[in-house]
């Protein structure tokens, strides 16, 4: 059985441990869609449109395949827990390197991103923000800080799909004590 939540783009989905799994991607909203298509079109029609309509129909073109392949690409950001681990992206933490879960706040957000070991899978335009700490010392990360357009649905999900035995508590005062 799937149950998903097409306004979040996000879906529950049984793992191999019986237990619900989560997976969400971050697509691009249509508003950005039409304001790159505005602003781009705008720009070459306004600069190609004395050079010729041959120029004009090519930057055309091209400008609305660079705009295109651009957002498919920024909103190709998947978020998956499963019984693997936590994967963003192309990335995996596997479960025994899953440290601590919070949902970040403001404060915490911008604490954690005046740092450089912090990797990053960020969007503008997802509301929530969760941070994933790293519980593996030769890791470069301290921890994740992952945009979400539902911070409690994937800090349940991590919670919910960790192995049981590891909680993750350590870890929270690692990431403290490094800030």
């Not at 070991?117 to 921890?143: E, K, N, Q, S, W």
């Amino acid at each position: 059985m799937t149950r998903s939540d097409p306004a979040s783009g996000s879906s529950e989905r049984p793992s191999h441990l019986g237990r619900p799994g989560y997976s969400e991607r971050l697509s691009v909203p249509a508003a950005y869609w039409w304001i790159a298509l505005f602003f781009g079109l705008t720009f070459v029609t306004a600069v190609s449109f004395m050079l010729g309509e041959l120029i004009l129909v090519v930057s055309t073109a091209a400008t609305v395949g660079v705009i295109a392949w651009t957002l498919i690409a920024w909103g190709s950001l998947r978020i998956t827990v499963d019984a693997r681990g936590v994967r963003v992206g192309g990335s995996l933490l596997e479960w025994p390197y899953v440290g601590a879960v919070a949902v970040a706040d403001r404060a915490v957000r911008a604490r954690i991103l005046a740092r450089e070991d912090v990797f990053l899978a960020l969007r503008p335009y997802a509301d929530g923000t969760v941070v994933i700490g790293v519980a593996d010392d030769a890791d470069p990360h301290l921890c994740w800080l992952v945009s979400t357009r539902d911070a409690t649905a994937l800090l349940r999900a991590i919670e919910d799909n960790r192995p049981s035995g590891a909680d993750g508590s350590a870890e929270q005062s690692r990431l403290d004590s490094r800030g």
